[in-house]
């Protein structure tokens, strides 16, 4: 009865809580005269000019790209096709699988349920998800029947560190690490997303009983972590992942095309992943360890907390917005400016080494030596990208966001990503 009880008052508390009002109320993104707004329109047509390029070049079959500046969205152009072989040209309101931003939306859903008083950063996941127990890792490996040994790790896994890809999970098909390759193969773990009817408390279970690659909190190891942290907000919130993140974050941002599958009034507008064949042609990317006609088809069972969203750049826009706005958006606060203000900092010390960027509680961060690099925005700028060619960043001493969308694997020769982001800053003129 008493952790009925306790249940109870858990789930009483998440749906009481939720988003706020907020007394600070910033007007949602809507579109301004760049001029208006401290940015150039002459030197934004630069990058018209370097996009219509680098599809002429045939190193992109197109892209969607978006510039907003204190608050107002200045550029939002498509350019290009959205699918080759059937001559479909890409819209502005196009949906895109964002595959790795999905992350920092999930990180924001912990941040949530963090703010709720439900648990500390430095908590072991193991005391919410016991599935994990004692951490373990791998030892000695062999390649002949991919059995192994272990040895018990000294730290056990938080969901700081889950969130900061220092748990020492990692992925297992696109991992560098061949050995976990073929562990997490053997078990079953799916990395990225899956059209099979499995649920994220499957792959997770799963993902549970494996070794780690190193003792949690030593090394920054890219991983499943947002994978585990999405089944945690299920346990924690008593609510699906997919109806945690629409109710707490899409619906009040106004993110109506951000969702893990599609219905199909949307089917049309979604992005083909396109790839050259050997002639140079853009072509459909074949299926490989993942269908890519998610988020379309199969048994839409599977949210992936690391990889699994798609959406428009838009919606993406918005999210951005949020936290350039301290955490409000539109009157509703969903964070707090203190818990965003500790967010953006470095969380994982010096394991990045001297690249220039850093890792907070959601994403990348510019650091001193990387705003020094040039054309990256200004220290304290944060950023990501997905799996499929999708990029962003939002510099708050600037207070400007550029989303850069493409829909591609393979080597294509692309160079728009660097160029785009060097090109918003040049565009600045205030």
Same mark, same amino acid.
Not at 67 to 95: C, P, T, V, W
Not at 213 to 227: C, I, N, R, S, W
């Given at each position: 009865m008493r952790i009925l009880l306790a249940a109870f008052f858990t789930l009483f508390s998440i749906a009481s809580y939720a988003q706020t009002n907020s007394i600070v109320s910033t007007p949602p993104l809507s579109e301004g005269r760049a001029v208006n707004y401290g940015m150039s329109p002459e030197r934004l047509s630069l990058i018209d000019n370097m996009l219509a390029e680098q599809i002429e070049e045939n190193r992109i079959p197109?892209?969607?790209? &978006?510039?907003?500046?204190?608050?107002? /969205? /200045?550029?939002?152009?498509?350019?290009?096709?959205?699918? @080759?072989?059937?001559? !479909?040209?890409?819209?502005?309101?196009? /949906?895109? !699988?964002?595959?790795?931003?999905?992350?920092?939306i999930t990180s924001t859903a912990v941040m949530l349920l963090w703010e709720e008083g439900h648990f500390r950063l430095d908590d072991p996941i193991s005391n919410y998800l016991p599935v994990f127990g004692e951490a373990q890792i791998l030892d000695t490996f062999n390649a002949d029947d991919t059995t192994y040994t272990t040895?018990?790790? %000294? @730290?056990? =896994?938080?969901? !700081?560190? #889950? =969130?900061?890809?220092? *748990?020492? /999970?990692?992925?297992?098909? =696109?991992?560098r690490d061949q050995r976990f390759k073929m562990i997490y193969e053997k078990a079953g773990v799916t990395d #990225?997303?899956?059209? +099979?009817?499995?649920?994220?408390? +499957? *792959?997770?279970? !799963?993902?549970? %009983? $494996?070794? &780690?690659?190193?003792?949690?909190? %030593?090394?920054?190891?890219?991983?499943?972590? #947002?994978?585990? $942290?999405?089944?945690?907000? %299920?346990?924690? *919130?008593g609510m699906p992942f997919d109806e945690f993140l629409q109710t707490r974050i899409f619906?009040? $941002?106004?993110?109506?095309?951000?969702r893990f599958y599609l219905p199909e009034a949307k089917h049309d507008r979604l992005v083909t992943v396109q790839q050259k064949d050997e002639n140079g042609e853009w072509t459909p990317y074949p299926e490989t360890f993942y269908d890519p006609d998610y988020p379309k088809t199969g048994a839409m069972t599977f949210f992936s907390g690391g990889a699994g969203l798609s959406g428009t750049a838009a919606d993406y826009a918005k999210f951005l917005q949020m936290y350039l706005n301290n955490g409000e958006y539109a009157g509703t606060r969903l964070l707090s400016r203190t818990t965003v203000n500790f967010m953006m900092q470095n969380q994982v010390g010096d394991l990045l080494g001297d690249r220039g960027i850093d890792y907070g509680l959601a994403f990348g961060l510019i650091d001193e030596n990387g705003e020094a690099m040039g054309g990256r925005g200004s220290e304290g700028t944060f950023d990501w990208g997905g799996y499929f060619n999708t990029s962003y960043f939002a510099d708050p001493n600037e207070n400007v966001i550029g989303i850069l969308f493409k829909q591609t694997r393979g080597p294509t020769g692309d160079q728009s990503g660097w160029k785009f982001r060097q090109m918003v800053f040049q565009a600045i003129d205030d």
């Open positions: 197109g892209a969607v790209a &978006l510039i907003a500046r204190n608050g107002k /969205i /200045i550029y939002h152009k498509a350019f290009g096709m959205a699918d @080759n072989q059937s001559g !479909r040209e890409l819209q502005r309101d196009d /949906i895109f !699988r964002i595959a790795s931003q999905t992350k920092a040895v018990p790790a %000294e @730290n056990q =896994i938080t969901i !700081r560190d #889950l =969130i900061t890809h220092t *748990s020492g /999970i990692g992925y297992g098909i =696109i991992d #990225l997303y899956t059209t +099979e009817p499995i649920t994220i408390k +499957e *792959s997770v279970t !799963r993902l549970a %009983e $494996l070794p &780690l690659q190193h003792e949690p909190g %030593e090394a920054f190891t890219y991983g499943e972590g #947002l994978d585990v $942290l999405g089944y945690f907000i %299920e346990v924690m *919130s619906d009040p $941002l106004g993110m109506d095309d951000t």
